[in-house]
């Protein structure tokens, strides 16, 4: 009989409820198109009507779309904030979600007949070590900072928040990496290291346990993700802060999607 700890079992459930997560009708399997708004009408390809931004996201169309299931003729308008998404129109069963990115409008597609989506057979992922779970120390920045990245974008930079350093020791090597807030007094810190190209994607992130109230916090790094960038070339996740970058190979998490 095969004797299942408890650490497996709770890595396997959470494992499977991601890639549940990942393949829903318009999760981020199913996306399709990326498209910055022009500043005057203009054409997409695969969308009808005629599409801008200035202050707001712009339609003009004589039908083929709705809102809220009513039909769109004539011009709608919406705006997010920076980072921030709509699910805003449909275009028959593909979705038309409008973001903002570096302050710039641009549209999504997601189908959910996307052949991302189709084949998707699950996420590959490093077998579960619990040497990879190690306690770290959290160091509160006095106040946020504004810190621009890279993302997954040649033309696109972003701003991440960060809220303070991580330091955690790894493979003989003490680190300290710029964090950002997740929910319920977690972190989010993303990095690099040296799987990154081969065995997995260009970076990854991981999102830490709940900070003690000496400052200490636990960090799986089992549970590291694969950010959206990694499924679909239409991602605009942005990098992991300069300094982020790990010298050794963690072998540990999800993998590369091939």
């Given at each position: 009989?095969?004797?299942?700890?408890?650490?497996?079992?709770?890595?396997?459930?959470?494992?499977?409820?991601?890639?549940?997560?990942?393949?829903?009708?318009?999760?981020?399997?199913?996306?399709?198109?990326?498209?910055?708004?022009?500043?005057?009408?203009?054409?997409?390809?695969?969308?009808?009507?005629?599409?801008?931004?200035?202050?707001?996201?712009?339609?003009?169309?004589?039908?083929?779309?709705?809102?809220?299931g009513?039909?769109?003729?004539?011009?709608?308008?919406?705006?997010?904030?920076?980072?921030g998404?709509?699910?805003?129109?449909?275009?028959?069963?593909?979705?038309?979600?409008?973001?903002?990115?570096?302050?710039?409008?641009?549209?999504?597609?997601?189908?959910?007949?996307?052949?991302?989506?189709?084949?998707?057979?699950?996420?590959?992922?490093?077998?579960?070590?619990?040497?990879?779970?190690?306690?770290?120390?959290?160091?509160?920045?006095?106040?946020?900072?504004?810190?621009?990245?890279?993302?997954?974008?040649?033309?696109?930079?972003?701003?991440?928040?960060?809220?303070?350093?991580?330091?955690?020791?790894?493979g003989?090597?003490?680190?300290?990496?710029?964090?950002?807030a997740?929910?319920?007094?977690?972190?989010?810190?993303?990095?690099?290291?040296?799987?990154n190209?081969?065995?997995?994607?260009?970076?990854?992130?991981?999102?830490?346990?709940?900070?003690?109230?000496?400052?200490?916090?636990?960090?799986?790094?089992?549970?590291?993700?694969?950010?959206?960038?990694?499924?679909t070339?239409?991602?605009?996740?942005?990098?992991?802060?300069?300094?982020?970058?790990?010298?050794?190979?963690?072998?540990?998490?999800?993998?590369?999607?091939?």
């Amino acid at each position: 009989m095969t004797v299942v700890s408890d650490l497996e079992l709770d890595w396997q459930t959470w494992h499977t409820a991601r890639e549940r997560d990942l393949d829903t009708d318009y999760g981020w399997l199913s996306v399709v198109a990326f498209d910055w708004l022009p500043a005057t009408p203009a054409a997409i390809a695969g969308l009808p009507g005629q599409w801008w931004a200035d202050e707001q996201a712009h339609v003009t169309t004589a039908g083929g779309l709705s809102l809220g299931g009513e039909p769109v003729h004539g011009t709608v308008s919406a705006s997010v904030p920076e980072a921030g998404s709509l699910s805003w129109l449909l275009h028959r069963n593909r979705l038309v979600e409008l973001v903002l990115r570096g302050g710039r409008y641009a549209v999504r597609q997601r189908d959910p007949e996307a052949a991302t989506r189709t084949a998707f057979d699950g996420v590959p992922a490093f077998p579960l070590d619990d040497a990879w779970a190690v306690t770290g120390y959290f160091s509160p920045y006095p106040k946020a900072r504004r810190v621009e990245v890279a993302t997954a974008r040649d033309d696109l930079r972003q701003h991440i928040t960060a809220i303070g350093a991580v330091h955690v020791a790894l493979g003989g090597t003490a680190y300290e990496l710029v964090a950002t807030a997740a929910s319920d007094s977690r972190l989010n810190v993303a990095f690099h290291d040296r799987t990154n190209g081969e065995e997995t994607a260009p970076w990854r992130t991981v999102t830490t346990g709940p900070v003690e109230r000496d400052g200490s916090v636990r960090i799986d790094f089992n549970r590291t993700i694969n950010l959206p960038f990694a499924f679909t070339a239409y991602g605009t996740c942005p990098a992991p802060a300069p300094g982020n970058r790990l010298g050794l190979p963690v072998t540990a998490g999800e993998k590369k999607v091939r």
